[in-house]
């Protein structure tokens, strides 16, 4: 078994962030120090907006009245399918209670976090589609208070669709700030919102580091870094294809690595002639992301067998792995690394990305080996609770006087051996540490 490189990147998407974290530390610290003033400060230097920052009623009605009807349907169509999805996920989260021992009873019960923030990107690319995945699942999620944030364009404000996307979706506060400052105004609970308990949403390098940063005082989605996206392609599947979606991946950024594993020599040749003339073909700006991310990033593997080719996508752990080969179900059965997996030419990562229903706020840099992406399930919390009967509790007391002794913890073994006084007068049991051994 032998896996060949046909194309090495000659960058990986992980660089020095230590001047990105100390930019981002200054900015929350001063804002936290200065409240609103210090916010509105930091927006007017990088957002250069000076409108509400709060959107009312009256603002979310004129920008929903200036989308085009179309575009409320497509709106609509994919916050039906993010919302069935996210429904049928809710449903897993259930509550439960077991006797463990006679007498001795624990649950399990899902709670939604209060207060959900959810940041919606808006500078390069408006992405209507965050709104629908984060909003809407926080929402299904049953959270009391969800903050949609997205930074408002100069003198214009946040892109209308956002707005009335968030909206439909159900965002009680919309927040027209950006970056930094917008993630750190739904953590400190400035201009009157609720803090934050849980941070979720894509965002530029700063956005990220604000939420890394934050992690611990907030909950938060995931460490993000650049997307990712690996294509699995065996002899059936059709080049003009792997190339398109090769290239709409590459698009996202300079530094979005795009791979291709197969196990067919021919293939991966014209895969690789096709995809500077896709990129070529694109605007200008979409066109120098995706080839900055070609030239740099991306990588053209070529392995012996689907068992190698599996197995090498496992150990990419991509955000985005999509299979066009033979044999879809060996395929899904065998691979265990990946945040959404897109099985066959039928669908793409678009889809997921924009309408289809999974969320697409999902692991980046390998994260996918020990993590899935957003669901209603970040937005819980699992809790457990016991009671018991005094016979119920009567071995559990004795085994804990015994087991925190031998560990030293005097004041836990006394709460055991207080009740068994209590319950059991009369009765002699050997809670020393050396029962134990």
Same mark, same amino acid.
Request: proline share 4%; aromatic share 6%.
């Given at each position: 078994?032998?896996?060949?490189? &046909?194309?090495?990147?000659?960058?990986?998407?992980?660089?020095?962030?230590?001047?990105?974290?100390?930019?981002?530390?200054?900015?929350?610290? $001063?804002?936290?120090?200065?409240?609103?003033?210090?916010?509105?400060?930091?927006?007017?230097?990088?957002?250069?907006?000076?409108?509400?920052?709060? &959107?009312?009623?009256?603002?979310?009605?004129?920008?929903?009245?200036?989308?085009?009807?179309?575009?409320?349907?497509?709106?609509?169509?994919?916050?039906?399918?993010?919302?069935?999805?996210?429904?049928?996920?809710?449903?897993?989260?259930?509550?439960?209670?077991?006797?463990?021992?006679?007498? &001795?009873?624990?649950?399990?019960?899902?709670?939604?976090?209060?207060?959900?923030?959810?940041?919606?990107?808006?500078?390069?690319?408006?992405?209507? $589609?965050?709104?629908?995945?984060?909003?809407?699942?926080?929402?299904?999620?049953?959270?009391?208070?969800?903050?949609?944030?997205?930074?408002?364009?100069?003198?214009?404000?946040?892109?209308?669709?956002?707005?009335?996307?968030?909206?439909?979706?159900?965002?009680?506060?919309?927040?027209?700030?950006?970056? !930094?400052?917008?993630?750190?105004?739904?953590?400190?609970?400035?201009?009157?919102?609720?803090?934050?308990?849980?941070? !979720?949403?894509?965002?530029?390098?700063?956005?990220?580091?604000?939420?890394?940063?934050?992690?611990?005082?907030?909950?938060?989605?995931?460490?993000? +870094?650049?997307?990712d996206s690996l294509i699995l392609a065996d002899k059936t599947a059709d080049p003009e294809v792997v190339a398109a979606d090769l290239v709409g991946q590459a698009e996202h950024g300079y530094n979005s690595p795009v791979w291709l594993v197969t196990d067919t020599r021919s293939l991966a040749e014209e895969v690789m002639a096709l995809v500077p003339k896709l990129i070529d073909d694109l605007p200008e700006v979409n066109s120098q992301n995706a080839a900055a991310a070609w030239r740099d990033y991306a990588e053209v593997i070529l392995c012996d067998t689907r068992e190698e080719m599996a197995a090498t996508s496992d150990a990419y752990a991509p955000e985005h792995l999509t299979v066009q080969a033979e044999d879809l179900d060996w395929w899904l059965d065998r691979l265990s690394c990946y945040g959404s997996l897109f099985l066959g030419?039928?669908?793409?990562?678009?889809?997921?990305?924009?309408?289809?229903?999974?969320?697409?706020?999902?692991?980046?840099? +390998?994260?996918?080996?020990?993590?899935?992406? &957003?669901?209603?399930?970040?937005?819980?919390?699992?809790?457990?609770?016991?009671?018991?009967?005094?016979?119920?509790?009567?071995?559990?007391?004795?085994?804990?006087?015994?087991?925190?002794?031998?560990?030293?913890?005097? +004041?836990?073994?006394?709460?055991?051996?207080?009740?068994?006084?209590?319950?059991?007068?009369?009765?002699?049991?050997?809670?020393?540490?050396?029962?134990?051994?």
């Amino acid at each position: 078994m032998t896996v060949e490189y &046909l194309k090495k990147a000659d960058r990986t998407s992980t660089s020095d962030a230590s001047e990105t974290t100390r930019i981002v530390q200054e900015i929350l610290d $001063a804002i936290e120090a200065g409240g609103d003033a210090a916010a509105m400060e930091y927006a007017a230097k990088f957002d250069k907006y000076d409108g509400a920052i709060i &959107l009312s009623a009256a603002d979310i009605e004129a920008a929903s009245a200036k989308v085009p009807e179309k575009l409320k349907n497509d709106i609509g169509f994919a916050h039906a399918n993010v919302k069935r999805f996210a429904e049928a996920q809710r449903e897993t989260c259930q509550n439960i209670e077991v006797e463990v021992i006679p007498g &001795l009873i624990a649950g399990q019960k899902s709670i939604p976090v209060n207060t959900a923030g959810c940041y919606i990107p808006g500078g390069r690319y408006s992405h209507i $589609a965050s709104a629908i995945m984060t909003v809407t699942t926080a929402k299904v999620a049953g959270c009391e208070n969800i903050i949609a944030c997205s930074p408002p364009r100069p003198g214009i404000g946040i892109n209308p669709a956002i707005i009335h996307a968030a909206h439909v979706c159900g965002a009680d506060k919309i927040v027209a700030m950006g970056g !930094v400052q917008g993630v750190a105004a739904m953590t400190f609970g400035l201009f009157g919102l609720p803090k934050a308990n849980i941070l !979720v949403g894509p965002g530029n390098q700063f956005v990220a580091e604000a939420k890394r940063i934050l992690f611990g005082r907030v909950g938060i989605d995931m460490f993000a +870094g650049p997307t990712d996206s690996l294509i699995l392609a065996d002899k059936t599947a059709d080049p003009e294809v792997v190339a398109a979606d090769l290239v709409g991946q590459a698009e996202h950024g300079y530094n979005s690595p795009v791979w291709l594993v197969t196990d067919t020599r021919s293939l991966a040749e014209e895969v690789m002639a096709l995809v500077p003339k896709l990129i070529d073909d694109l605007p200008e700006v979409n066109s120098q992301n995706a080839a900055a991310a070609w030239r740099d990033y991306a990588e053209v593997i070529l392995c012996d067998t689907r068992e190698e080719m599996a197995a090498t996508s496992d150990a990419y752990a991509p955000e985005h792995l999509t299979v066009q080969a033979e044999d879809l179900d060996w395929w899904l059965d065998r691979l265990s690394c990946y945040g959404s997996l897109f099985l066959g030419e039928e669908t793409t990562v678009a889809f997921g990305d924009k309408a289809s229903g999974t969320n697409h706020v999902l692991p980046t840099s +390998g994260a996918a080996s020990y993590t899935g992406g &957003l669901s209603v399930h970040k937005f819980m919390k699992i809790v457990t609770w016991q009671r018991a009967t005094r016979e119920g509790s009567k071995p559990v007391a004795e085994a804990t006087a015994r087991i925190s002794r031998l560990e030293g913890m005097e +004041g836990h073994a006394r709460t055991a051996d207080i009740r068994l006084r209590k319950y059991f007068p009369g009765e002699n049991f050997d809670l020393s540490a050396e029962a134990a051994e």
